[in-house]
């Protein structure tokens, strides 16, 4: 028998108002694998914003829209192969891997159910041994010039592409000519936001992107994409109630406009890639220029937005929505990104020990983490 150790998510009580779950820790016999079912030994794992969501229960609670007993969380993660799936495709022993968190497919290769969050059954890399689909494993170049470390949050990266290669087609189709130097992509802060304009940049647009944080400025900058510090916008798309705070966001509003305008020769922006929504969704409708697109690939302050579709229409606005990526396309992602070097910055990266999961759990769901993307090692590589 195989005993883990494991930190596991349990169900909320039925028919109780939600309340955030918390991680419990715990040694657990796994069951014998599928014939199409890898044995896996998880090395380091990204901790995603669904985790967060799982763990607080919102908008739902996934272990009982699954109705598992308990939920192991992780779906993006580095892990070594220890016994390959006994049919179909799947890595060798021994192969460095890639999760590929597809829990299911549709018929044309995109994400349905996703793998240890709200596909039934499946479990994750908060583990230190776990099983995986043997055709959901991708190998990683074993003579990669990047450290795995860089490697643990390739899932933004191809959520990144996908959305791109959307957006940009999108704007291609309204504007087949035009020079794209001449034209601004710009993103609210987030680590999905900075490789996406940072593969726009490489595509020779103009780029830029705001940051509460002077690390995280210095890092867009290094990147070569304008930082825009978000601290001289005081109180932007949180009105409130009170006249002051009204005031206090227009202003804000008004600067930041004045600042795009500039940076795109009074254009406005070509794409802005908003995985925001909520209240930062007016400024950045205004902010778009005509032809321009809007794309989305998240929605972490809300996932209900308010149009005015006779002004989308008559601006000729292109609104993208899409999640994940295709399957198909997983390994030319990665080769682009082992030929470039498009992976996390090593300076953009925080790692927790196994023991330290809650804490970063917990610093994540308060907005207290500094970098960029957030590791956890499970196993030593």
């Known amino acids: 028998m195989n005993r883990v150790d494991a930190w596991v998510l349990r169900p909320g009580k039925a028919g109780a108002p939600a309340q955030p779950g918390r991680l419990e820790r715990t040694r657990l016999t796994l069951r014998a694998a599928q014939d199409d079912e890898a044995l896996v030994e998880p090395l380091l794992g990204s901790w995603e914003a669904n985790m967060t969501h799982a763990v607080n229960r ?74 995986m689909p043997g055709d959901g494993l991708l190998p990683v170049d074993p003579d990669s010039r990047y450290p795995l470390s860089r490697w643990v949050h390739y899932s933004r990266y191809f959520t990144a592409w996908d959305n791109w290669s959307v ?68 109180g932007l798309g949180s009105e409130g109630e009170s006249s002051a705070a009204i005031r206090r966001s227009r202003l804000s509003e008004r600067a930041l406009l004045r600042l795009l305008h500039e ?26 220029g005509r032809q321009g697109v809007v794309s989305t690939c998240g929605w972490k302050a809300g996932m209900r937005l308010s149009v005015g579709r006779a002004t989308e229409c008559q601006r000729r606005h292109v609104h993208v929505h899409t999640h994940s990526w295709r399957y198909e396309d997983s390994p030319a992602i990665r080769s682009f990104s082992e030929a470039t070097g498009w992976l996390a910055p090593s300076e953009a990266i ?26 956890f090692r499970v196993n030593d590589v």
């Not at 908008?59 to 598992?68: E, F, S």
């Not at 925080?350 to 590791?375: C, G, I, M, N, W």
């Open 263 to 288: 940076l795109s020769d009074g254009r406005g922006c070509s794409v802005i890639i908003d995985n925001i929504g909520g209240p930062l969704h007016p400024t950045t409708l205004r902010a778009l």
């Open 350 to 375: 925080d790692t927790y020990s196994f023991d330290d999961v809650p804490r970063l759990a917990q610093e994540y769901a308060d907005a207290k983490v500094h970098s960029y993307f957030q590791q």
């Open 58 to 131: 919102s908008p739902v609670d996934v272990c009982r829209q699954r109705n598992d007993p308990y939920l192991i969380l992780g779906n993006t993660g580095v892990v070594r192969v220890l016994r390959p799936a006994r049919e179909g495709p799947t890595a060798a022993e021994g192969d460095i891997c890639l999760v590929l968190p597809f829990g299911r497919r549709d018929p044309d290769g995109y994400a349905e159910l996703i793998h240890a969050y709200d596909a039934p059954g499946t479990h994750g890399v908060l583990a230190t041994r776990t099983l």
């Open 167 to 234: 957006a940009h087609a999108c704007w291609r189709s309204q504007m087949p000519t035009a020079d794209p130097s001449s034209h601004l992509v710009f993103a609210w802060g987030g680590g999905v936001a900075l490789a996406e304009v940072d593969l726009a940049r490489r595509n020779g647009f103009r780029t830029a992107m705001t940051a509460s944080s002077d690390e995280r400025l210095a890092l867009i900058g290094a990147l070569g994409i304008t930082p825009v510090d978000r601290r001289n916008y005081p």
